[in-house]
């Protein structure tokens, strides 16, 4: 079975702030990258991070769902592995469970386990952005 990250995270924010949060190009880049992101289905666009030596800081994606505000997915290409991101949000009595799925690893690599690592790193930084909306 090939990998997957699997998270569930719970925000104290209402659905309409994760959507937000997870769509605007703005706020994206507060808590992953700077891109050029647009909600929808079929834009080709890139988060862009400083580049290091082992990582051109580019990562090429294309918007594959947009189901406001409870679903959302792009792929994710990145030094030469091609994976995709998929974000599921359920609002419950005022706050949101955010369930992500990141797949199409190959195997448990450096990219699988930068993506784990990374993810949780980034929904920690979700959550202070969502505290400043």
């Given amino acids: 079975m090939k990998p997957e990250v699997k998270l ?22 507060k808590w992953v990258m700077d891109n050029d992101f647009m909600p929808v289905v079929g834009h080709h666009f890139q988060f862009r ?25 792009y792929t994710w290409v990145t030094a030469g592995v091609s994976t995709v991101v998929t974000w599921t949000l ?4 005022g706050a949101t469970r955010l369930h992500l799925e990141h797949t199409g690893f190959e195997s448990e690599s450096l990219s699988y386990n930068g993506a784990r690592l ?16």
């Avoid at 569930?8 to 880049?29: G, R, Y």
């Avoid at 359920?90 to 009595?93: E, T, V």
């Fill in 90 to 93: 359920h609002s419950s009595n």
């Fill in 49 to 73: 991070a400083k580049p290091s030596k082992v990582w051109d800081g580019i990562v090429d994606s294309e918007v594959l769902v947009v189901e406001e505000p409870h679903r959302l997915s």
């Fill in 118 to 133: 990374g993810w949780v790193k980034m929904a920690d930084q979700l959550e202070v952005v969502l505290a400043e909306l």
């Fill in 8 to 29: 569930d995270f719970q925000f104290d924010s209402p659905i309409e702030k994760v959507w937000l949060a997870l769509t605007d190009s703005n706020m994206l880049a």
